[in-house]
């Protein structure tokens, strides 16, 4: 599909609540920016260790990186020794992640893939899938969501793991939006702010030093319901982290992190369990 040269959301922008739009929002010019909004460094030390650690524990050396974007994640992972496969949906994010990774010395491999396919374009097995940077709310159809978890569950390895994040929807929902920009879009002098939130569409505005203003139409993902979805397409465990702390028992964080364990314990039963959860 063609990407059009300016974003077209038509004459209602709430309206549009549908999976496939996302191939309009990122369109080139906003790609262009986009590392302005998350600013490399900035980020690498906000998270700090914490995906390294992870990945680390489950004894993870393959990786999938289902949402590659500009390529920060796919990139740090390379520089930190793993075995990286870098998928998404855009044809415009693959590329600049593709020019990111030869700016920095990594021919990265890619590949185009819509994760309700993803075993189509994917055959290999990884030890972790990796969903970041809030990408799971670009599905507003239930249906949708359970078919890409299903298919991220496919391509790992028996004892493979998924790591998925999202926004703190709940806190925004239900107490209005406020954000630290600690860990996520913390770019010099850019905003990411809702201007529309339902429970079924929350609408970003990503505002640049140049004064250009960029959209993102999303789905509020409840943390719940993130934990219940990816109980029921067959994950055993999942540890829910926020903002890259063991616990989120201090203020409201800005970003959930969901660890889904696909292997089989047989000392609890397989029961699906949240240590890292108050």
Request: proline share 3%.
């Amino acid at each position: 599909m063609p990407v059009a040269e300016r974003q077209d959301f038509g004459s209602d922008p709430t309206a549009v609540r549908e999976s496939d739009h996302y191939q309009q929002e990122y369109i080139s010019g906003f790609v262009d920016k986009w590392d302005e909004l998350i600013s490399w460094d900035d980020r690498a030390l906000g998270e700090g260790t914490f995906f390294l650690q992870k990945l680390r524990e489950h004894g993870v050396e393959r990786v999938l990186d289902v949402a590659t974007g500009t390529g920060f994640h796919s990139i740090r992972l390379i520089e930190e020794g793993f075995d990286v496969t870098s998928a998404d949906g855009s044809a415009e994010m693959l590329c600049k992640a593709f020019e990111n990774g030869r700016n920095r010395g990594h021919i990265l491999r890619t590949v185009r893939a819509d994760w309700r396919w993803l075993s189509r374009d994917v055959k290999e097995r990884f030890d972790a899938v990796v969903c970041l940077g809030n990408s799971f709310t670009h599905l507003f159809d239930e249906q949708d969501r359970r078919k890409a978890l299903a298919e991220f569950y496919a391509v790992l390895e028996h004892d493979g793991v998924l790591i998925l994040d999202q926004r703190n929807y709940d806190a925004i929902m239900d107490n209005g939006f406020s954000s630290k920009h600690t860990y996520y879009y913390c770019g010099e002098d850019v905003s990411a702010e809702p201007v529309h939130v339902d429970e079924g569409l929350a609408r970003f505005c990503y505002r640049f030093p140049d004064r250009s203003e960029y959209y993102l139409n999303m789905f509020p993902l409840r943390r719940e319901y993130v934990r219940r979805l990816t109980s029921e397409v067959g994950f055993r465990r999942t540890s829910t982290y926020g903002d890259f702390k063991e616990t989120h028992r201090i203020d409201d964080p800005d970003f959930f992190i969901h660890v889904a364990e696909k292997s089989y314990d047989s000392l609890d039963g397989g029961q699906n369990d949240n240590p890292a959860v108050s």
